[in-house]
């Protein structure tokens, strides 16, 4: 088979490509124009191989789209290029418009028009598998702030849409695009939500890559609020798996949620992972001690977590990491790539603070 991701080399995507390279014989075209949050250093494992191909394409460029679906005849496409940065939706909203609204629209027409070419048997084989996530849905009531544990429920893929941020909207809206697509015109689309995910090669603007990276440089680590929210979250390596099994083995049409069963409040992450260095890299004061309490995000969700039992009953996926073990993964894996963690920072981007003038 072979594969185009869009998005390759961001953090999803570049874990999809290195997970069908290293574990399967299918070949990859990554499609990515490298915005900030693109690098090709991620895929250094990759490079060079014969089944991996990278095109340098925005898109929004449709007279591109529609060379590189000529050029390189893909039986599947998995679209994960997007802005993805909550704090970057609120300080600037126009990109996430334009990528994740136009860019799906104009990908979607691509794809269309080349679909219709295909002769019937791949026609009905091809996919168009849409990667989007549980913000989409809005926010859970808090155990906090609720009587009963029964008034705690999780998304289900029948949850209806209520998006908070930019972000979110532009990705709800992307989500109507793809399923509008496959009801009208019959495109063979699946759309997947997936929850909060961390790992290896995540760009340091994010929760848990910032704070290890401002904890070993002896920097505030910055919590939002009280830090109560409850985000559900999944190593990147096992949303790599259950994508490759949503794209070869899911139903035309489908909506599966992707989640970790680890719902865990923003500060309790933050203190894990100074538990973590304080063990792996001793100093003389508790790493926690950097914790500094900072003005909450604009809109910001209270809780978010996935009922993923649909994928695990239908398409037999379980996650394998557990959050603990996961962390230390992701913690020891920061520790070995300095060199990454330099050279994807050397843009305008300090780790700043972003996203208060709503
Ligand atoms: P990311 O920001 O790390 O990477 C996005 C990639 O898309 C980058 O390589 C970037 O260069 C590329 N890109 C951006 N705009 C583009 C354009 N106009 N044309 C071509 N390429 C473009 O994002 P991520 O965290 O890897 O997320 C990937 C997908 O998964 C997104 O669609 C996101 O909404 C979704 N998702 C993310 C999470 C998460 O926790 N990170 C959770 C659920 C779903």
């Known amino acids: 088979m072979k594969i185009l991701v869009t998005g390759g080399a961001g953090f999803i995507g570049s874990a999809v490509v290195r997970h069908i390279i290293e574990n399967t014989s299918d070949s990859v075209v990554n499609l990515d124009c490298l915005t900030y949050a693109g690098n090709l250093e991620s895929l250094a494992l990759v490079e060079g191989n014969a089944r991996y191909a990278f095109e340098q394409v925005n898109i929004c460029n449709r007279t591109e789209l529609d060379r590189v679906l000529t050029q390189h005849q893909p039986d599947v496409v998995m679209h994960l290029a ?9 300080t600037g909203p126009a990109a996430f418009i334009e990528t ?78 793809v399923r509008a697509w496959q009801r009208t015109y019959g495109l063979p689309t699946i759309v997947t939500n997936c929850s909060n995910n961390y790992g290896p090669y995540h760009f340091p603007e994010k929760l848990i890559p910032l704070v290890i990276l401002n904890a070993l440089e002896g920097k505030d680590l910055p919590i939002y609020g009280k830090g109560d929210q409850i985000r559900d979250w999944l190593f990147v390596e096992d949303h790599a798996r259950a994508l490759y099994k949503v794209v070869t083995e899911g139903k035309v049409g489908e909506t599966y949620n992707i989640g970790g069963h680890n719902e865990k409040k923003n500060l309790e992450v933050v203190q894990t992972i100074c538990l973590i260095l304080d063990e792996l890299v001793p100093k003389a004061s508790a790493y926690a001690d950097q914790i500094t309490y900072v003005q909450d995000r604009p809109g910001h969700d209270r809780r978010y977590a996935i009922d993923s039992s649909k994928i695990q009953r239908q398409l037999g996926w379980i996650p394998i990491e557990t959050f603990e073990s996961g962390l230390r993964k992701t913690v020891e894996w920061y520790l070995a790539n300095s060199v990454w963690c330099q050279n994807v920072q050397n843009g305008s981007y300090q780790r700043e603070r972003l996203g208060i003038n709503a």
Request: no cysteine.
């Open 82 to 90: 997007a802005e993805s940065h909550v704090d970057r939706s609120i």
């Open 100 to 177: 994740n609204i136009v860019g799906t629209y104009t990908l979607l027409e691509a794809v269309r028009e080349y679909w219709n070419k295909l002769d019937n048997m791949a026609k009905q084989t091809f996919r168009f598998h849409h990667i989007s996530t549980d913000e989409v849905y809005g926010d859970l009531p808090h155990p906090d702030e609720v009587e009963f544990v029964s008034d705690i429920p999780m998304f289900l893929e029948t949850t209806p849409y209520a998006p908070s941020s930019p972000y979110s909207a532009s990705k709800a809206s992307s989500d109507h695009l």
